[in-house]
């Protein structure tokens, strides 16, 4: 009934993203206030990793390739047409013509090439869009002024899914923006999308105008290709929920980015304002565990904590139950997804289980009621954001110490949490990814070769579960490629190095009379594109 419940919601979902995403002809012209959760530190999709950073970028760029809003297949963005070889080591793409970017600057296959070899170059240090295409792309050559070809390392199924994510930054940027601004283009970004950049007040606010010469947008996202219908976006950074869901409510803002969980059914139920939900695709949040750092280097003890974190009353606690409860490591709405993997089944919530494992692995009860083992405490280190995934950490502590278990928060912002982690100093650390092919996903999140640098936090290192990975991300075949997705959950549950938490369920507020935002079905981020107000 659960999982029924869930489906039901899903496809209602995905009806009222449809039918905002296209819109019958508007009258140009408006203006809206967008809070947002918190301040972007770049506008350079190349260099940033930050959720609020591609929020913002997705207005200011164009995607190659687009995930179709009905049909969620694979369709032109920039480029009309895509061909590949036998083996998906080498990608043609046709560009569209026509195309300029924000400076006047000609949109073409050079402007391709500069975009992605600055994506891999180790001086870029692109913490999201290099991972995203693997460490696999060897080269782009320009063939003419609209042909690129893309040369690949190996073998890669997920390169057009790549491509669609502006979650993380695959996009083209202008060669002679980048030359004019330097280390201050990620302050003054130009690209080819439906809004231009017009100026950033640190601290307060961004503000994007409408581009008058916009004519390429991808119908099968958009609905239409002409240009955005509002003057102007200013986003303003209101990191406090409690602000954010009175400014929407007293009209002083007209889109809030992201609804608070608790005040959303409040906000739902007034008549001037409505909630949009949507369930991201890729990886649900999940609590990683590092495999190399002691005590949870030991398998016995992973499995001991899969038995004691329970996420269902965890997100009721700290989440107001909004988020779905997760129970795998792909969001049901991804393709890929297997809804025989369940981690409940697996790990039922059972203390005794837990505590059975611990004294197999040495573990033993101490006169305080502690776990100690040669001397030491068994104690974990919980790295995590300023917050509610903190508020997490405090759930956690109280259901671990059920089994004599020490768990110590750590909090810290940016970049100092991603630094620490990717140092290993962690035992538990939460992550997810947004993303429409789950191979390459699970290849980004696990795989040795991204340990240290990269977005591996499970620091785990078998070889035959590197081979999986793999074999996985290169499969070209859908079915086979499915399988093999399912064994690389397999896994992960058998060497319990994830723990599941919730799918996320993204949670934008509008007021009444703002009409047309919607969701780009391959990472769920909200598009203004057809954002228009109603009297």
């Known amino acids: 009934m659960h999982r029924f419940r869930l489906l039901l919601a899903l496809l209602l979902v995905g009806a009222f993203v449809v039918a905002s995403s296209t819109a019958l002809a508007q009258e140009p012209g408006g203006r809206i206030v967008v809070a947002l959760a918190d301040e972007p530190p770049s506008l350079d999709p190349h260099t940033s990793e930050a959720w609020f950073t591609f929020t913002v970028t997705a207005q200011l760029y164009d995607q190659l390739?687009?995930?179709?809003?009905?049909?969620?297949?694979?369709?032109?963005?920039?480029?009309?047409?895509?061909?590949s070889n036998e083996d998906g080591t080498e990608w043609v793409l046709t560009l569209r013509e026509g195309v300029t970017f924000h400076d006047g600057t000609?949109?073409?296959?050079?402007?391709?090439?500069?975009?992605?070899?600055?994506?891999?170059?180790?001086?870029?240090?692109?913490?999201?869009?290099?991972?995203?295409?693997?460490?696999?792309?060897?080269?782009?050559?320009?063939?003419?002024?609209?042909?690129?070809?893309?040369?690949?390392?190996?073998?890669?199924?997920?390169?057009?899914?790549?491509?669609?994510?502006?979650?993380?930054?695959?996009?083209?940027?202008?060669p002679a923006a980048v030359e004019r601004y330097g280390e201050d283009f990620g302050q003054n970004p130009v690209g080819t999308?439906?809004?231009?950049?017009?100026?950033?007040?640190?601290?307060?606010?961004?503000?994007?105008?409408?581009?008058?010469?916009y004519a390429w947008g991808p119908e099968a996202l958009f609905g239409r290709s002409d240009a955005a219908y509002l003057d102007e976006i200013r986003l303003e950074f209101v990191a406090e929920h409690p602000v954010r869901s009175a400014m929407l409510q007293r009209g002083a803002a007209d889109v809030i980015w992201r609804v608070p969980e608790p005040d959303a059914d409040m906000l739902d139920r007034a008549p001037d304002t409505q909630v949009i939900r949507i369930v991201r695709p890729g990886t649900g949040s999940m609590m990683?565990?590092?495999?190399?750092?002691?005590?949870?280097?030991?398998?016995?003890?992973?499995?001991?904590?899969?038995?004691?974190?329970?996420?269902?009353?965890?997100?009721?606690?700290?989440?107001?139950?909004?988020?779905?409860?997760?129970?795998?490591?792909?969001?049901?709405v991804t393709p890929g997804y297997r809804a025989d993997v369940d981690r409940y089944v697996l790990y039922p919530i059972d203390v005794e289980a837990a505590s059975a494992l611990l004294d197999e692995a040495g573990w033993t009860l101490n006169?305080?009621?502690?776990?100690?083992?040669?001397?030491?405490?068994?104690?974990?280190?919980?790295?995590?954001?300023?917050?509610?995934?903190?508020?997490?950490?405090?759930?956690?502590?109280?259901?671990?110490?059920?089994a004599g278990i020490v768990l110590d928060i750590q909090a810290m912002g940016q970049p100092a949490n991603v630094q620490a982690t990717q140092r290993g100093e962690h035992n538990l650390r939460p992550i997810g990814w947004g993303g429409s092919d789950a191979a390459k996903l699970l290849r980004f999140l696990y795989h040795p070769e991204n340990a240290g640098s990269g977005w591996n936090f499970t620091f785990y290192d078998g070889e035959a579960f590197a081979d999986l990975l793999n074999r996985a991300s290169e499969e070209l075949d859908e079915g086979r490629r499915f399988e093999l997705v399912g064994q690389v959950e397999d896994y992960v549950f058998e060497q319990a190095l994830s723990i599941p938490t919730f799918y996320y369920t993204w949670l934008i507020g509008t007021r009444a009379d703002v009409q047309g935002v919607f969701f780009d079905p391959a990472n769920a981020l909200p598009m203004f594109v057809n954002t228009h107000l109603v009297d």
């Open 288 to 332: 990683q565990i590092n495999a190399r750092k002691a005590p949870t280097d030991d398998v016995l003890v992973r499995r001991a904590l899969m038995h004691l974190i329970d996420f269902r009353a965890i997100n009721n606690i700290v989440y107001a139950g909004v988020p779905e409860d997760a129970s795998s490591v792909v969001s049901p």
């Open 65 to 83: 390739v687009v995930r179709d809003i009905e049909t969620r297949e694979i369709a032109p963005g920039l480029a009309t047409s895509w061909t």
């Open 367 to 402: 006169a305080s009621g502690l776990r100690e083992k040669d001397g030491q405490v068994l104690s974990l280190v919980h790295i995590c954001f300023p917050g509610p995934a903190c508020q997490v950490g405090e759930v956690m502590q109280a259901q671990v110490a059920a």
């Open 193 to 213: 999308g439906p809004f231009m950049f017009r100026e950033w007040s640190t601290g307060s606010h961004i503000t994007l105008v409408r581009n008058p010469d």
């Open 106 to 174: 000609p949109f073409d296959a050079e402007a391709v090439r500069f975009s992605f070899m600055r994506i891999i170059d180790p001086m870029t240090r692109s913490p999201a869009a290099a991972p995203l295409l693997d460490d696999n792309l060897e080269r782009v050559d320009v063939i003419d002024d609209t042909t690129v070809r893309f040369v690949m390392r190996r073998p890669f199924a997920g390169f057009l899914d790549a491509l669609t994510q502006s979650y993380g930054g695959l996009t083209v940027v202008s």
